[in-house]
């Protein structure tokens, strides 16, 4: 166990609302030691930050040098997401650390207070010992005072996608062989918290892992380097070596994480000075219904089927339609790039030129997808033709890593769309960690297992969707593809690829639309099956890609959760319930105390019908959701 700082030695730093602290100080062995408290009550109790360089380790026998004070309170502009725009509110501390033998190399901590939630980043300086250091390792912990009720995605390997549930975790149980993706959420009884990483540029993703010795509480793990594991950071000569930020998130309810900025709070400014054409927006989209359209049998990626999709998406006003895998010469290989490839010519049954000039005569613009490697060797011959054919985004996939190298290339290649003013939609991807605020142009991103999993699996259950808002989409925009309009009950759900099905109702599939953040929202299913069973469309019609203003209503961490996101003047209410039906009272203070007229859709008496509504409704009012088992409920609130 490591022993408490004396209380001689420990720095604090409050949040402006005196709510969050974070302290810091040393132990006998001269380590630094952190602790989160909230409303007095310890969160995170005293745990180490240690990194191992080349030969040793920077993290004992430290002596505390100096610290520096610091606050802001500032806004920017949030382009596209959960708000209009982010307040950087914070007090921070700098603690500076120094060995007091051998090499005495300098370390400093960066404390930073926020009101929704604490977070650090040690920094080591400009300094001979440590020029051109390695990382092999950062042991910082993140121990628990006491078992908590927790839920992680068990990863269990560096090199994926973070594809998987978020499940209950037995915190007296974790080992140091589980790798957890990020977030990681608990509930303590009095608080709810979520561990998250912000800002990382030019390092290696983070994971987590139980304790090496026993204890409560988690390690943080480094993405390896593919080319030597036990090398995580390369880092750079003349420049000081600078992790990203470490956050806990914090609130009193687990759902009152989704109104935070917090993780686009600490990550770096924009990039991109013009940011006047990136528009979110719903798209049409081929790949997920097969694509099937009855009047083109056996046509795929195709002239055709895209020209459909393209009509689909402009007798809905939508501003895009996605064209997937399989539309440039020698595509076809999924997620193996066949040689030869090549991005600016395409297969022979489409013509991109010809489907590009359709699409602008139609009032939308088109997204394409690509592999990564395919990217990466044409990119910027490929950007240079989608930009003249007016091209809005490109998806891209299968990238499935986090090491350095890989979080180096994001940028090079968000950077390198943006110059070229296209938008970016990342697939196989890791986790957010702010990185749509350094370059706006990243409109959403995978990194979450959503409904392509319902075309070979049964996996993707309303206990499922709703434990995304709780963990997942705590941390930035998910590309989970929504949409699916073949509704049916678990019971009588089946696999297919082609049109496939969603096991919850139509009002649970219409309310992902609110309560998931994605700023490029994808409508997936056929143009047919629509047509076939159109309830609920009209609502796809109105509802927006991108916020101004996100509020949680009410909610039980994976049972259900309500979610209101405003709009100008108009807010849109989301419900997503488990498998459990329950009625849900909804107050509606949001509102304020001017009535606006409702139009609400709930479940209907089949898993493919809605119930419509609509009355006035003001501030003090309550609405009662009768949610059925795997359903859900959507409504528009319009000034009166």
Not at 396 to 404: A, T
Not at 549 to 578: C, D, H, P, Q, S
Request: aromatic share 10%; charged share 20%; with cysteine.
């Amino acid at each position: 166990m490591l022993a408490a700082p004396a209380a001689a030695q420990v720095h604090e730093v409050a949040s402006p609302d005196g709510t969050n602290r974070i302290a810091i100080g040393l132990n006998a062995n001269g380590t630094p030691l952190y602790r989160v408290t909230r409303r007095g009550a310890q969160i995170i109790t005293n745990s180490p930050i240690v990194l191992d360089l080349d030969v040793d380790s920077l993290g004992y026998g430290m002596a505390i040098t100096g610290t520096e004070q610091a606050s802001a309170d500032a806004s920017y502009p949030i382009v596209a997401g959960k708000a209009a725009q982010g307040r950087d509110h914070y007090n921070q501390l700098t603690v500076r650390f120094q060995e007091k033998g051998g090499a005495k190399r300098r370390m400093d901590v960066v404390l930073r207070a926020y009101d929704d939630g604490v977070a650090f980043r040690t920094v080591i300086p400009l300094q001979a010992a440590t020029a051109a250091a390695i990382i092999r390792y950062e042991k910082t912990g993140f121990y628990f005072p006491e078992a908590y009720k927790c839920w992680g995605f068990n990863v269990g390997k560096f090199g994926s996608s973070h594809e998987g549930e978020f499940d209950p975790v037995d915190t007296a149980r974790m080992r140091d062989h589980n790798l957890f993706s990020l977030p990681f959420l608990c509930e303590t009884g009095k608080a709810a918290f979520a561990l998250a990483e912000a800002d990382l540029l030019d390092f290696a993703g983070m994971y987590l892992t139980g304790r090496g010795d026993g204890g409560l509480g988690l390690q943080l793990k480094l993405s390896p380097s593919l080319s030597d594991y036990r090398i995580a950071v390369r880092t750079r000569v003349g420049s000081p070596i600078v992790t990203p930020w470490r956050v806990v998130m914090l609130a009193d309810k687990a759902g009152q994480l989704t109104e935070s900025t917090l993780i686009t709070n600490l990550s770096t400014p924009s990039r991109i000075e013009d940011t006047s054409w990136i528009k979110p927006g719903l798209t049409s989209w081929d790949w997920w219904s097969g694509p099937v359209i009855a009047r083109l049998p056996g046509k795929r990626t195709s002239t055709e089927v895209s020209k459909a999709l393209i009509d689909f998406a402009a007798e809905n006003g939508w501003p895009y339609a996605m064209i997937d895998e399989g539309w440039y010469a020698g595509a076809g290989g999924g997620g193996v790039r066949r040689p030869g490839v090549d991005l600016t010519r395409w297969s022979d049954p489409i013509n991109i030129e010809e489907v590009a000039a359709y699409a602008k005569s139609k009032n939308v613009r088109l997204w394409l997808w690509a592999h990564w490697e395919a990217i990466d060797d044409q990119m910027e011959e490929a950007l240079t033709l989608y930009e003249r054919l007016g091209i809005a985004g490109i998806k891209v996939d299968f990238m499935d890593r986090d090491d350095q190298w890989m979080v180096n290339w994001y940028s090079k290649l968000l950077a390198a769309a943006a110059r070229h003013r296209i938008m970016v939609d990342l697939h196989g991807a890791y986790p957010p960690r702010g990185l749509a605020r350094t370059y706006p142009n990243f409109m959403t991103q995978e990194g979450v297992m959503g409904a392509e999993y319902n075309k070979w699996s049964k996996r993707v259950t309303a206990r499922h969707n709703v434990m995304l808002a709780y963990s997942r989409g705590l941390i930035g925009p998910m590309d989970y593809t929504p949409g699916g309009f073949r509704n049916v009950s678990p019971d009588q759900f089946r696999i297919r690829g082609d049109l496939p099905f969603v096991q919850t109702t139509r009002a649970h599939g219409l309310g992902l639309y609110v309560v998931f953040d994605s700023p490029l929202g994808a409508v997936a299913d056929s143009p047919d099956t629509y047509a076939e069973s159109p309830a609920g469309l009209e609502f796809l019609r109105d509802v927006p890609a991108s916020w101004d203003e996100t509020r949680f209503l009410a909610g039980e961490t994976g049972a259900f959760i309500v979610m209101a996101r405003r709009k100008g003047k108009t807010w849109y209410l989301g419900a997503l319930n488990a498998e459990a039906g329950r009625t849900a009272r909804v107050p509606l203070s949001f509102l304020g105390s001017k009535r606006h007229e409702m139009t609400l859709w709930t479940d209907g008496d089949a898993p493919n019908a809605v119930t419509k509504s609509e009355r006035a409704m003001s501030g003090e009012d309550v609405l009662e959701l009768k949610l059925a088992p795997n359903g859900g409920a959507v409504a528009i609130f319009r000034t009166r």
